[in-house]
């Protein structure tokens, strides 16, 4: 959605070069999420060496719960049956703990983070519309295998329902989506008559059994939490579950989609009032929105110089960034948000090469859009990319030159970053006096050549057509 016109876009970006300084201030961290979407937790536990050795700082995995383990479609594990224990096709209690476990390094530099998914909002739509949870059938079940149940459990007491109709919000479904009272409090439905998903009312039980929960995973080792569905919650029932105990020391996220940043109707209505009223963090689609626009035919470049400037990107200290998330090619509605791959490959140059933000890759094992995102965690170019991001912890950043075309930003005197969108050769001369080594090697870490040697006041950057460089110091 275009909120700003371009030429009250480009005054404002012009306004804004004026008045900021040339580097801005360092928040950069070597800390990128993989992603593992609809991983078995086996799966990851067996590549935790190699997702150690890539540079991954946190792993994003299935919601640890209970769901219908004899469905493996992925949207089932979004549909919770029971949150005191942890069974679904993807894995149990077991195969979480022995994942975190596999995960852990007796060297800090090498530790990987696991960050749960968590699925707050609701409670699964099955037994036409029941609102008793788990129910009969799953009791029964823990009753006559205690063992493996047992053994599965994170809190609770399984001899007993967990969640029972007066738990829940009347069973409206939600109409309209502008509709902040709706989108609390209704419920998410498929329309055909469809009674949705039963939406949790935030009383005193249900907050309990969900603070109960969340500390259950932090005790297993969990370091972060995304908030699945964060939009169909209110802020109070939010910050009610989420005390300063269980905040503490982890990473929390929460996933509220918008089309745009500051003047977007979702955004003001629900991004802004999460980033205020709670200290977590956010999947950055006012960012994501503006790299589609300039990437975008028509688009320019230059609306990535600093898109915070005028609310078109978050804070660096509350972003998740991203160039795709697991929603966009599973989801109908969002499809229209997927990136022409090159395009993609050249927002991941930019997301992983500038400062600020966790960036996420998104890594899939459903195969959908035959098997795009497949092992994309270790795809040639994301793992070079990866590389740059590390090396570049901690340094600062400056934008140098950009066009409609092209834009090119240093980190610190380590490292140049350059992306041509356009079909032709890009230059930019750009004054090196204070902003590089001279005498020395950069190399382009994508291309494992391309070097560039700096030996006077002034550098002439070449960008080929439809690529990135990522240069950095030898």
Same mark, same amino acid.
């Given at each position: 959605?275009?909120v700003i016109?371009t030429?009250?876009?480009? +005054?404002?970006?012009?306004?804004m070069l ?9 928040t =950069?961290?070597?800390d ?7 991983w ?9 060496? !190699?997702?150690?050795?890539? /540079? ?6 299935a ?6 383990a004899?469905? $493996?479609?992925?949207w089932q594990?979004?549909q919770p049956?029971?949150i005191?224990?942890?069974d679904? $096709?993807?894995?149990?209690?077991q195969?979480?703990?022995?994942m975190? *476990?596999?995960? *852990?390094?007796?060297n ?7 960050y749960?998914?968590i699925?707050?909002?609701h409670?699964?739509? !099955?037994?036409?519309?029941a609102?008793?949870f788990?129910?009969q059938a ?10 493996y149940w047992?053994?599965?459990r994170?809190?609770?007491?399984l001899?007993?329902g967990?969640f029972?109709?007066w738990d829940?919000?009347?069973? *409206?479904?939600?109409?309209n989506?502008?509709?902040?009272w709706q989108? +609390?409090?209704y419920?998410l439905?498929g329309?055909?008559g469809d009674?949705?998903l039963?939406?949790l ?8 059994q969900?603070?109960?929960y969340?500390s259950?995973?932090k005790?297993?080792g969990?370091?972060?939490f995304?908030v699945d569905?964060?939009?169909?919650m209110t802020?109070?029932h939010?910050?009610e579950?989420f ?6 020391g982890m990473?929390v996220?929460?996933?509220i989609i918008?089309?745009g940043?500051?003047g977007n109707n979702e ?25 589609r626009?300039a990437?975008?035919f028509?688009?320019s470049?230059?609306?990535?110089? *600093?898109p915070?400037s005028y609310?078109q =990107?978050l804070q660096?200290s509350?972003?998740?960034t ?16 997927i990136?022409?791959p090159t ?9 992983m ?5 966790k960036?996420l890759?998104?890594?899939?094992s459903t ?6 995102w497949?092992?994309a965690?270790?795809?040639?170019h ?5 590389n ?6 901690g340094?600062?950043? !400056?934008?140098?030159a950009?066009?409609d $075309? =092209?834009?090119?930003?240093?980190r610190?005197? !380590?490292?140049v970053v350059g992306?041509?969108? $356009?079909?032709s050769?890009?230059s930019?001369?750009?004054n090196t006096? /204070?902003r590089?080594y001279?005498y020395?090697?950069?190399r382009?870490?994508l ?7 700096i030996?006077g006041?002034s550098?002439n950057f070449?960008?080929?057509?439809r690529?990135?460089r990522m240069?950095y110091?030898?």
């Open positions: 959605m275009q016109s030429v009250i876009r480009r +005054q404002l970006l012009k306004l004026v008045l900021t300084p040339a580097v801005l201030s360092s =950069a961290s070597a990128a999420i993989l992603h593992a979407f609809d078995h937790y086996d799966e990851v536990a067996a590549k935790a060496s !190699e997702i150690k050795n890539l /540079g991954y700082k946190a792993v994003l995995v919601p640890p719960l209970k769901s219908n004899g469905n $493996c479609a992925w594990r979004y049956q029971d005191r224990v942890i679904h $096709c993807k894995g149990n209690k195969s979480f703990v022995n975190i *476990n596999a995960l *852990n390094d007796a800090p530099a090498r530790k990987v983070d696991v749960a998914d699925v707050l909002n409670m699964a739509n !099955e037994r036409s519309g609102t008793d788990p129910g799953a009791l029964n079940s823990y009753g006559s295998n205690s063992s047992n053994n599965q994170l809190f609770g007491n001899t007993q967990l029972s109709p829940f919000n009347p069973a *409206n479904c939600i109409s989506y502008n509709d902040v989108v +609390q409090n419920r439905c329309g055909s009674t949705g039963p939406d009312n935030p009383n005193s039980w249900v907050v309990q969900q603070r109960a969340l259950a995973l005790a297993l969990v370091k972060g995304r569905a964060a939009k169909h802020i109070w939010i910050n579950i005390t300063s105990s269980i905040k503490d990473y996220f929460g996933e918008t089309s940043g500051a955004y003001d209505s629900f991004l802004a009032p999460y980033l205020s009223y709670t200290d977590h963090k956010a999947y950055d689609f006012p960012l994501f929105s503006s790299i626009s990437f975008g028509g688009g470049l230059s609306q990535l110089v *600093n915070a609310g =990107a660096n509350r972003a998740v991203f160039t795709v998330t697991h929603d966009i090619p599973t989801n109908d509605g969002f499809r229209y948000l990136m022409d395009d993609e490959y050249l927002a991941y140059a930019y997301v090469g500038r400062d600020g933000g960036p890759i998104f890594s899939d195969g959908t859009d035959n098997g795009r497949v092992n965690y270790k795809a040639s994301i793992s070079k990319m990866l740059f991001h590390n090396r570049m912890q340094q600062g950043m !400056e934008m140098l950009w066009n $075309c =092209a834009i090119l930003f240093r610190g005197q !380590e490292g992306i041509n969108k $356009c079909g050769t890009q930019f001369n750009v006096n /204070g590089f001279w020395r090697n950069y382009d870490v291309s494992g050549g391309n070097l560039v040697y030996s006041s550098y070449s960008l080929p057509a690529q990135a240069w110091a030898d």
